[in-house]
């Protein structure tokens, strides 16, 4: 199975910051990658696929970039709904597999 | 609009069984591939089984193969989830989840989660 690795995992920022979160495969899964937002109690909401495609109805302060092996999350300017866990999941191969997650936490 | 919902969940003891329901609204289950994903106590998310669009295939993570069947009603628009042997391990939120229209053609992502059932498995 392929291995995703997100960092860091975890990240304390105020609103208003630029946040990166970066995920890695253990090979190449081209943009086959999207990002979910995971609210305490909830369950997750599909934010970006195919590396870097918006979902309907996501902010556009949200943005994804990336192919290979390499990726990355952007929220350009943090707001209080988006105190959150992120994850990255691969869908370049069976089965698809997901990172670890980055807790985003208020500074 | 598209809605999932979960019954079923609940508490039983180290090699029982339980099956899930997943109820689908706003669209018929044989539109897209559907898939169970789970997420144990504190823990990350991961996939349990699919099935595809026409019902013919399934698929299992070896974790549950040959413990937990994945099936599907279309009459009455339900997704299940057959699970035995159950362990301490199985223990999770089980989410029903639709795959997405722009899936790699071996593996998707899910665009439509339902809000969770929880499994406990525990004497």
């Known amino acids: 199975d392929i291995q995703m690795t997100q960092s860091p995992s975890t990240l304390s920022a105020s609103v208003g910051d630029r946040v990166t979160i970066t995920c890695r495969a253990s090979?190449?899964?081209?943009?086959?990658l999207a990002w979910y937002q995971q609210k305490p109690g909830k369950a997750p909401k599909l934010l970006i696929y195919?590396?870097?495609s918006l979902e309907s109805g996501v902010p556009s302060r949200f943005s994804g970039s990336g192919s290979g092996t390499e990726f990355t999350l952007t929220i350009s300017s943090l707001q209080p709904d988006d105190f959150a866990t992120y994850y990255c999941?691969?869908?370049?191969?069976?089965?698809?597999?997901f990172g670890q997650g980055t807790k985003v936490e208020i500074k | 609009e598209v809605q999932l919902v979960e019954s079923g969940g609940g508490l039983v003891q180290p090699g029982g069984s339980l099956r899930l329901s997943c109820s689908a609204s706003?669209?018929?289950?044989?539109?897209?591939?559907m898939h169970w994903v789970r997420q144990g106590p504190g823990k990350g998310l991961e996939y349990v089984s699919a099935?595809?669009?026409?019902?013919?295939?399934?698929y299992y993570a070896d974790s549950v193969k040959g413990r937990f069947t994945i099936s599907r009603d279309i009459s009455k628009n339900t997704l299940y989830l057959q699970m035995s042997s159950l362990r301490d391990e199985d223990t999770a939120v089980y989410y029903c989840?639709?795959?997405?229209?722009?899936?790699?053609?071996?593996?998707?992502?899910?665009?439509?989660w339902g809000q969770g059932t929880l499994v406990t498995v525990s004497s």
């Open positions: 989840v639709k795959e997405g229209p722009h899936g790699s053609g071996s593996f998707g992502y899910y665009d439509y």
């Open positions: 195919r590396a870097s």
């Open positions: 090979q190449s899964i081209s943009s086959w």
């Open positions: 999941q691969q869908y370049n191969s069976y089965p698809g597999t």
């Open positions: 706003g669209f018929t289950l044989n539109a897209d591939p």
């Open positions: 099935i595809s669009r026409n019902g013919g295939t399934t």
